[in-house]
Nanobody
Framework: QVQLVESGGGLVQAGGSLRLSCAASGGTFSSYGMGWFRQAPGKEREFVAC????????GYADSVKGRFTISRDNAKNTVYLRMNSLKPEDTAVYFC????????????????WGQGTQVTVSS
């Protein structure tokens, strides 16, 4: 069973930056594709970014392209989400997800989910 623990969320002013981390344990991290999703109050969970098992391929939602960067360190079993130029509309709980076929925006491709970390961007 894979456990995912997110960290790095918090309160930041618009235009600021944060780096989220997701530490994995209990599985073969280096074989899993990873994704970041977010869910704002009253809204559905939405895709943010994904990265292949090797880190060679990445994907982003249009709303974050050019501002967010996903990366991974397989030696540390950790995936990161660097968020720059944050906007109030980025406010949400951010979740990381993993799966052998994990990639892209389809939540069904991810088998494991973390509990989430809150990101709040003030205007």
């Amino acid at each position: 069973q894979v456990q995912l623990v997110e960290s790095g969320g918090g309160l930041v002013q618009a235009g600021g930056s944060l780096r989220l981390s997701c530490a994995a344990s209990g599985g073969t991290f280096s074989s899993y594709g990873m994704g970041w999703f977010r869910q704002a109050p009253g809204k559905e969970r939405e895709f943010v970014a994904c990265i292949s098992w090797s880190g060679g391929s990445t994907g982003y939602a249009d709303s974050v392209k050019g501002r967010f960067t996903i990366s991974r360190d397989n030696a540390k079993n950790t995936v990161y989400l660097r968020m720059n130029s944050l906007k109030p509309e980025d406010t949400a709980v951010y979740f990381c997800a993993a799966g052998p076929s994990g990639y892209g925006s389809n939540v069904l491709r991810y088998n494991y989910w973390g509990q989430g970390t809150q990101v709040t961007v003030s205007s």
